[in-house]
Structure formats: C-alpha cells, structure tokens
C-alpha cells in the first residue's frame, strides 16, 4: 500500500465518523476498500445489513444493482453510490419482457430473481435469491409451480441439478466466472494436488463438478477458516483472497485464472469514495412504484432465509 493511499483511508475514516456514513463493501472490491468498510459481505449479507444498519447515510462499495438493493431496503436512509457507473452485465442482460413473455406461457409459474438484477426486474419477479441462499430458496417453492431463474444460467443448472428440480433458465452468466474453462482447472489441480478447490456457482456446471467445494464468497470464506488444509485453489473473482487473508494469513491461495478480476467491481477507487462522502453524491435512488414491489421479492427472500 502506497503512503498516498494510507493517507487517503485515514482521511476517509475520519470523514465518515464525523458525517456518521456507514460503508458496506463487496468481497470483490480492492483491498485497500475492504480495509476502510465498516461491513464487508456477499451481496445478501450487504442488503441485509444495509437494512439493519442504524445509520441514516449509507455507502455502498459495489456495483450499482448492491446499491439499488440497499435503497429498495432502507426507504427514508440517504444510499451513496461512489461509481454509479459501475454496473453488471449480466444483471443488465434480463429484461422485464422476459419475464412477461415466461408469465404468460406460464400463469401459475413463479420468478426467482438473483440479486444480481436491476430494481425494475425485481419489481416483477417472486422472490430474489443469492447465490448463497439459492439453494435453500428453490427448495422451499412449490414442486409444482414452474420456474423461471433469472438471471444466471450456471448458478440455475448448479442448484437446480443439486435439487433435481428443473427450472426454465435465463440464457446469461457472469462473465467473469463464466470464461473459466474445465480444462484450466484440470491443470490447476494437477499443478497444485494439495489445494483444495473453492468454486463460486456463477461458473460452468463442468467446473463446479470438479471442486472440493461449492458455494457463494460467503461460504468460501466459511470453507477456508475453517479448513486444517494450506493451500487453495480460489475460483472466484480475485477480491476474496484480501478477506481470507485475514483470517488465514498463512495459507497459499492460488487463484483458477489470472483474469478473474471483474472491471466494475474494481472502478470503484479511495479517491471516489472520499469524493462521494465530502459531498454525499451520488445519491442512489429507485422509483417509488419500482420500489414498493422490488422489496416484496427482496423481503420474501430474507424471510425465508433468516431462521
Ligand atoms: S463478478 Fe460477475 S456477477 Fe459480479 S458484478 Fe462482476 S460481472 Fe457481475
């Protein structure tokens, strides 16, 4: 770390008490962001915190669905976006005519929106998931009732193969998880026999089928703290390492590929953050009518999922 930055994290630290912003970050933010956050988790946990927080002015380090979530959840608190531009393609890939034309074959068919959505795709599906509690989620949902799983089709084929329960799949992926080939991680493992596989279930079902582990940046930080083993091989975005570090500062983390650094996630700097809480801009808002449906799927999920 630079003087330059420690010299900007203190000033942010100090900026942020005195103005009572709390910040919540993404394990895929820089490291240096996750060291400033006064909360840093997957993005259920994000809006879930975001939602039990005290404070009145929220940051939320990630990209722009994360902070719509938290303004959908928290009516009445001020949500800052550091980066507004900071966006996810494959959340942006869904449209709500998908989701009309699936409603209309299907009457009696229910929409299960990853979190990974825009506010306006929320707004029309049943309930939202992460990928740390999807599984749980389609487990709970009537055998009967048709599903559509918006808008990841790897995390869809991962659990709905784990639950033998079909789903009709929305044909998008992450494509930061998405490009990691079975044959990298083949050679992974042969390189490194030791590590145990950590894999995120935004990547290919051909890559899942060969980890040790599957789970959400939750659970892989679950896995590694807990783990007698010293060595991993991480196949999720690279961001994960600084948080497991923490714990476990002497384990070697190998990462499946070297590309595994998501763009958005990354434009956001210290330098945006201390910008956007000296002068609380830019102020994430979602459409009242947008809203007030988006946080039923919202709260349906953390409903079921909280006991
Ligand atoms: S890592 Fe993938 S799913 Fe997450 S924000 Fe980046 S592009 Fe979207």
Redesign the pocket.
């Known amino acids: 770390m630079t003087v330059h930055d420690s010299n900007l994290m203190e000033t942010i630290i100090r900026c942020k008490q005195e103005k009572g912003i709390y910040i919540i970050a ?1 394990y ?1 933010q820089r490291d240096e962001i996750q060291d400033i956050a006064d909360f840093i988790g997957d993005s259920y946990a994000m809006a879930v915190n975001a939602r039990n927080s005290d404070s009145n002015i929220i940051l939320v380090a ?2 722009d ?1 994360m902070a719509e979530s938290a303004a959908i959840l928290c009516p009445g608190k001020t949500i800052l976006s550091p980066e507004p531009a ?6 942006n890939s869904i449209k709500t005519e998908d989701i009309l034309r699936f409603k209309e074959e299907h009457p009696d068919g229910l929409v299960v929106s990853y979190v ?1 959505t825009p506010a306006e795709v929320k707004a029309y599906s049943d309930i939202c998931c992460t990928s740390s509690n999807a599984e749980k989620i389609l487990s709970l949902l009537p055998a009967e009732r048709p599903i559509f799983f918006i808008p ?1 089709q790897n995390l869809a084929g991962n659990v709905s193969s784990k639950l033998a329960r079909s789903v009709t799949a929305f044909p998008s992926s ?4 998405a490009a990691l080939t079975r044959e990298e991680i083949i050679k992974k493992k042969q390189d490194h026999p030791e590590a145990a596989l950590l894999v995120h279930p ?1 990547c290919d079902p051909a890559v899942v089928e060969l980890a040790d582990y599957v789970g959400s940046t939750a659970g892989i930080l679950s896995y590694t703290r807990t783990s007698p083993l010293q060595e991993f091989i991480i196949a ?2 690279s961001g994960i390492r600084h948080a497991i570090w923490q714990y476990r500062p002497e384990v070697r983390l190998i990462m499946a590929s070297d590309e595994m650094i ?4 990354k434009s956001i700097t210290l330098e945006k953050i201390l910008y956007s809480i000296e002068n609380l801009e830019t102020v994430v808002t979602v459409p009242e009518e947008i809203s007030k449906k988006a946080v039923l799927a919202l709260e349906k999920m953390i409903e079921l999922t909280s006991n």
């Not at 992450?174 to 998880?177: E, G, K, V």
Request: one cysteine or more; aromatic letters at 8%.
């Open positions: 993404h895929y990630g990209v669905f900071a966006t996810c393609p494959m959340a990974n990841d992450c494509p930061i998880h935004e999720t975005e998501c763009p958005n996630m």
